[in-house]
């Protein structure tokens, strides 16, 4: 369920796809928490996403926000109706999601494959996660059904 759907909630909120940057052409969605002190890890999430044989101009539709922002995700997923979304840092709260993800264990839910991952810093400096995240990535782009 969706927060911005529920009348218990009413969170200010951004809308994602004003934000939102990248053509789109594999219909992946990438959320990433940076402070603006950190937008040098974008250079990390490029070579993470070309690892998958993606591009983050190209391939992806790419948002960031900030930490402790709130953000409506239905109406994308709606609108866009991505095969996957990619989150960086954010809890499900952060996006409107009432829901429990599995850090690192692709999820579908909506139509829509989820991976949440650890922040770009955590993840950087951290060889078990970024190992996790690499198998979890070979799972949702790189095996033979995903091809």
Do not use: C, H
């Not at 994602?16 to 974008?42: H, M, N, S, T, Y």
């Not at 790419?62 to 095969?83: H, M, V």
């Not at 909506?110 to 810093?121: E, I, R, V």
Request: charged share 20%.
């Amino acid at each position: 369920m969706f927060i911005e759907e529920s009348t218990a909630y009413r969170i200010p909120q951004t809308a994602l796809l004003q934000a939102a940057e990248g053509d789109f052409l594999k219909q992946v969605l990438v959320i990433a928490v940076l402070e603006p002190e950190e937008l040098g890890r974008r250079a990390f999430l490029e070579r993470i996403l070309a690892a998958a044989d993606m591009d983050l101009y190209k391939d992806t539709l790419f948002a960031l926000i900030q930490p402790k922002e709130y953000t409506g995700l239905s109406a994308f997923l709606k609108t866009k109706q991505p095969r996957a979304v990619l989150v960086f840092g954010a809890t499900p709260t952060n996006l409107g999601v009432q829901a429990a993800f599995s850090f690192y264990q692709p999820t579908s839910f909506y139509g829509t494959t989820f991976l949440w991952a650890d922040s770009l810093a955590v993840l950087e400096g951290n060889n078990v996660l970024k190992r996790r995240l690499w198998v979890a990535l070979q799972t949702m782009f790189l095996s033979p059904q995903n091809s």
